[in-house]
């Protein structure tokens, strides 16, 4: 099955950048859907952004509208997530993951089958 390994968390002061990135190997199809989530210590792992492979749209949870963007580079199999103006609320565990619905950009985590083993991100005030 398709592997998914996370790269670029780290230690960020407010307000500043970090550009997360989610490598793919292994069999992959032409339509499916990826997305980022994160788990703070303590709370439920949520939903931060996700993106139709094949199209190319997205959706973002509201809480880093205008602040992160999510993007894929088709022929490296890779995906991004571009985070600015960081906060020290941003700080968790940093997830992607992939399911196989070529349509639907779904919230759940549920719906979500294969996922990366995550990448610590750190935000200091």
């Known amino acids: 099955q398709v592997q998914l390994v996370e790269s670029g968390g780290g230690l960020v002061q407010a307000g500043g950048s970090l550009r997360l990135s989610c490598a793919a190997s292994?069999?992959?199809?032409?339509?499916?859907?990826m997305g980022w989530f994160r788990q703070a210590p303590g709370k439920e792992r949520e939903f931060v952004a996700g993106?139709?492979?094949?199209?190319?749209?997205?959706d973002y949870a509201d809480f880093v509208k205008g602040r992160f963007t999510i993007s894929r580079d088709n022929a490296k199999k890779t995906m991004y997530l571009q985070m600015n103006s960081l906060k020290p609320d941003d700080t968790a565990v940093y997830y992607c993951?992939?399911?196989?619905?070529?349509?639907?950009?779904?919230?759940?985590?549920?719906?979500?089958?294969?996922w990366g083993q995550g990448t610590q991100v750190t935000v200091s005030s």
């Open positions: 292994g069999r992959t199809s032409s339509n499916y859907v």
């Open positions: 993951a992939k399911d196989l619905s070529p349509w639907i950009i779904s919230k759940n985590p549920r719906a979500y089958e294969i």
């Open positions: 993106i139709r492979w094949s199209g190319g749209s997205t």
